[in-house]
T-cell receptor, first 115, second 111 residues
Framework: DSGVTQTPKHLITATGQRVTLRCSPRSGDLSVYWYQQSLDQGLQFLIQYYNGEERAKGNILERFSAQQFPDLHSELNLSSLELGDSALYFC??????????????FGPGTRLTVL | QKEVEQDPGPLSVPEGAIVSLNCTYSNSAFQYFMWYRQYSRKGPELLMY????GNKEDGRFTAQVDKSSKYISLFIRDSQPSDSATYLCALSNQAGTALIFGKGTTLSVSS
């Protein structure tokens, strides 16, 4: 158990809908990352938050957005869903110390199926 | 050319074999090199973490980084059926930044 929790485990929805995925980081970790894993693209970075502020963006679609709340949990919002958005969505957290190595711990993921 | 290349396999070996998993990369700015293991329908878990070039050993696992060749390896000695999983290499150029993953190699160890 990495200490990172994600809900829900599975989500089945229809095209055009909007969903929210939730992540609670490990106790003490300030940084949260969102990744998408699909069969053809592999694991790809979407967005990173650090202590409530957006820190970096990756291949995140404009239809997707995220935020990190004062209690450090994070939510990833996916809207106008398309069939191609079906994937595993992982959250990872890290302490983000200045310098040195910074380990990212992954949650169990949310499996999204868009029908 | 993709930033990180990894042979997807599958790789099938008998129990007790030595397994070699590899990734190549194109960006010489990468300084942090990781190997994650992912069981089916689970999140990736960190196996090995190295900085810059060199070797690192942890039990049956050895990670090697050759920055001059832009080549990283993970060796598993005395492989066990419980090692059957997908192994992902992950790289970053700074601590605390996004990881760039290979697509993963699926390993099957038969008893």
């Amino acid at each position: 158990d990495s200490g990172v929790t994600q809900t829900p485990k599975h989500l089945i929805t229809a095209t055009g809908q909007r969903v929210t995925l939730r992540c609670s980081p490990r106790s003490g970790d300030l940084s949260v990352y969102w990744y998408q894993q699909s069969l053809d693209q592999g694991l790809q970075f979407l967005i990173q938050y650090y202590n409530g502020e957006e820190r970096a963006k990756g291949n995140i679609l404009e239809r997707f957005s995220a935020q990190q709340f004062p209690d450090l949990h994070s939510e990833l919002n996916l809207s106008s869903l398309e069939l191609g958005d079906s994937a595993l969505y992982f959250c990872a957290s890290s302490l983000l110390l200045a310098g040195g190595m910074d380990t990212q711990y992954f949650g169990p993921g949310t499996r999204l199926t868009v029908l | 050319q993709k930033e990180v290349e990894q042979d997807p396999g599958p790789l099938s070996v008998p129990e007790g074999a030595i397994v070699s998993l590899n990734c190549t990369y194109s960006n010489s700015a990468f300084q942090y090199f990781m190997w994650y293991r992912q069981y089916s329908r689970k999140g990736p878990e960190l196996l090995m973490y190295t900085y810059s070039s060199g070797n690192k050993e942890d039990g049956r696992f050895t990670a090697q980084v050759d920055k001059s060749s832009k080549y990283i390896s993970l060796f598993i000695r005395d492989s066990q059926p419980s090692d059957s999983a997908t192994y992902l290499c992950a790289l970053s150029n700074q601590a605390g930044t996004a990881l760039i993953f290979g697509k993963g190699t699926t390993l099957s160890v038969s008893s």
